[in-house]
């Protein structure tokens, strides 16, 4: 955290954000809160950021890697049109379907094209196709940090001009 007062963060989240979170990400943030691995979600705050960007450039067409138990896809896929996509990727489809009956619920579930393994194999095969060069408006990456450069390599391909990657680390 950017803040160096845990009391300060709390304070914003309990008074800023948690009254803003929609109802759905609030039943997928506690949800994921149980989970033995729970340190590895995207915060609410990050959540309604994310959200913010995507409806700030008009995003439709969005990539994530590493979506855990969907909190970040879902606060994506509320943020953009009803014909928008998301291209979702995680090594570990398990923790994906913790979240998706919430995402289901949440009436967004069509927006969400999940794919199980390892990105940069995908990403290769994207780039060699060659039909995606400059098609996602958004990207974000919130996975295998040892491999942010390489994604990089591939994802500066794939992003339209004008589009955003956003790295968590």
């Given at each position: 955290?950017l803040?160096?007062s845990?009391?300060?963060?709390?304070?914003i989240?309990?008074?800023?954000?948690?009254p803003?979170?929609?109802e759905?990400?609030?039943?997928?943030?506690?949800?994921?809160a149980?989970?033995?691995?729970?340190?590895?979600t995207?915060?609410?705050?990050?959540?309604q950021?994310?959200?913010?960007?995507?409806?700030?450039?008009n995003?439709k067409?969005?990539?994530?890697?590493?979506?855990?138990t969907?909190?970040?896809p879902?606060?994506?896929?509320l943020?953009?049109?009803?014909?928008?996509?998301i291209?979702?990727?995680?090594?570990?489809?398990e923790?994906?379907?913790l979240?998706?009956?919430?995402?289901?619920k949440?009436?967004?579930?069509?927006k969400i094209?999940?794919k199980?393994?390892?990105?940069?194999?995908?990403?290769?095969?994207?780039?060699e196709?060659?039909?995606?060069?400059?098609?996602f408006d958004?990207?974000?990456?919130?996975?295998?940090?040892?491999?942010y450069i390489n994604?990089?390599k591939r994802?500066?391909?794939?992003?339209k001009v004008g589009?955003?990657i956003?790295?968590?680390t």
């Amino acid at each position: 955290s950017l803040l160096q007062s845990d009391a300060l963060y709390q304070y914003i989240l309990e008074t800023s954000v948690y009254p803003r979170e929609p109802e759905c990400m609030k039943e997928l943030r506690e949800l994921t809160a149980k989970h033995p691995w729970n340190i590895m979600t995207t915060s609410a705050d990050e959540g309604q950021f994310l959200n913010m960007l995507l409806k700030l450039i008009n995003a439709k067409n969005t990539m994530e890697i590493g979506v855990y138990t969907g909190y970040s896809p879902l606060a994506t896929a509320l943020a953009i049109p009803e014909d928008g996509k998301i291209l979702a990727m995680d090594i570990n489809k398990e923790n994906y379907e913790l979240g998706l009956p919430v995402i289901q619920k949440a009436g967004v579930a069509h927006k969400i094209d999940f794919k199980e393994g390892p990105a940069l194999p995908v990403l290769d095969q994207m780039i060699e196709d060659g039909n995606h060069h400059g098609s996602f408006d958004f990207i974000f990456v919130d996975a295998d940090k040892d491999n942010y450069i390489n994604y990089h390599k591939r994802l500066i391909e794939l992003v339209k001009v004008g589009g955003l990657i956003g790295y968590d680390t």
